[in-house]
């Protein structure tokens, strides 16, 4: 890599950085205006902070989606592969739909055949539950307006498409909470801000040929779309499981408090991923033109030097986000103690992401490797559920107010911190393994020719 293509390299992930922190300005305002005075009740918060997590897991195609659509764009270097690439994504769009119908077919089916499914998940509205179906919709088509700008490397309107989701979703949860609405409000203005970002992106790629009749062969095309909707996929379970444990588990009187820790990863999250976002298209354009590049190396030790100064001063300061996100709410300030605990838990879970990056770049997660991710993943679910009666036994027999969090519930969220953490660093040993081997196998095909 030349001085100037690392040079481009930061300028492009800066910006997209910078995007990545106005957008998350905009979606961290969202929760001081609904925890503020006059916004959702705690009970409701979790709720909102719940569907989100809720959105993440339907949207999990969407990071295959976005990653396939970003490698073919950034490969597409001759009109008939621009055809193809746009064959494949009229094709993506509709079997969006289709997917999208068939998941609110069986949330009718389920939710009617279970009188107590809503008191179960502690939602006091269905409506709400009905919009975040809504946003993953909207969750699910606009990766893949916006994998076909990373693979152009169009960082500018990629970054724009990021700032335009945080402030209309901003604009419109404001809206909707001076109105007097609680979490489906909420919801209402993530599906807006999603709607206005849909409508940047496909106006940004409007310049390719869109009526075009490309054929195109499903089978190679579905062996590459598998690897790169598992990779993401099992990123998005590790991340959002625990907060979904925790709203079915624990009583309402008290998950409220778990939710502002999941708050500050997110907002982490957001912010140590655009290097990864900048390096993947990179990587494709390199390994199909047969030439090495140093994207990985700077990404990762980039995000490694963003999450460590985080985890620094979130030791230090661990009340920092919570003032910040939280000032007129004090009631969530009582979460810091888990703070650090959950840092540290997910920054194994940024490094992996990078890693999983380069690996769905050049084409090496196969099969066996897919199969290994998912169990993983599995054993993570399994290994949350069959918490389930210590975590309840050790806060049953205590009082809890809804203002205070208590010192068994503490304990019992950390427990659950635990149990994420040491699945990431388990995720993130095995996605470096994969890259060894991959290497490995890479080193000896050279010689052997």
Partial sequence: MTKESKAMFFRQSGWVALATVLGGVFLTAVHIVVTGPGGMEETEYSTFVTLLRVQLLISIPAAGIQTLLARQSAAANS???????????????????????????????????N???????????????????????????????????????????????????????????????????????????????????????????????????????????????????????????????????????????????????????????????PMGMVMFPKLVSSHAEGKGNLALRYAFTGTFILGSLAFVILLLIPKLPLWIIYFKSPIYWQSSPLIPWYIASLFPLLLANVIIGNLLAKERLNGWKCAVLLLLAAGYVFALVNQRP???????????????????????????????????????????????????????????H
């Fill in 390 to 448: 210590q975590l309840m036994t050790m806060t049953n027999n205590v009082v809890m107010a809804k203002n205070e969090l208590a010192s068994a519930t503490k304990d019992a969220f950390q427990r659950v911190i635990i149990t994420f953490g040491a699945f990431n660093l388990a995720f993130l040993t095995v996605a470096g393994l994969f890259t060894w081997l991959s290497q490995r196998s890479a080193t000896d095909a050279e010689e052997a």
């Fill in 79 to 113: 009109p008939e592969e621009v055809r193809k690439l746009m064959a494949a994504f009229r094709r993506v769009v509709f079997f969006v739909l289709i997917l999208w119908l068939g998941l609110v077919a069986a949330f009718s089916i389920i939710q009617s055949g």
């Fill in 115 to 273: 009188d107590q499914f809503y008191e179960h998940w502690k939602v006091s509205n269905p409506v709400s539950v009905w919009l975040t179906l809504a946003v993953g919709l909207v969750s699910l088509l606009l990766p893949a307006a916006r994998g076909i700008l990373m693979g152009r490397q169009d960082f500018k309107n990629l970054g724009w498409s990021i700032v335009i989701d945080g402030v209309g979703r901003f604009a419109a949860v404001m809206a909707a909470i001076f109105l007097g609405y609680q979490a489906a409000g909420g919801m209402a203005g993530v599906l807006i801000g999603l709607l206005c970002s849909l409508a940047l992106s496909f106006y940004c790629i409007r310049d390719l040929p869109w009526r075009t009749n490309e054929t195109l062969n499903w089978l190679p095309w579905l062996k590459q779309a598998l690897p790169l909707a598992i990779g993401p996929g099992v990123l998005v379970i590790m991340f959002s499981a625990d907060v979904l444990f925790v709203q079915e588990t624990f009583p309402d009187t008290q998950t409220h408090f778990y939710m502002p820790v999941a708050t500050v990863g997110l907002a982490l999250f957001m912010f140590a991923t």
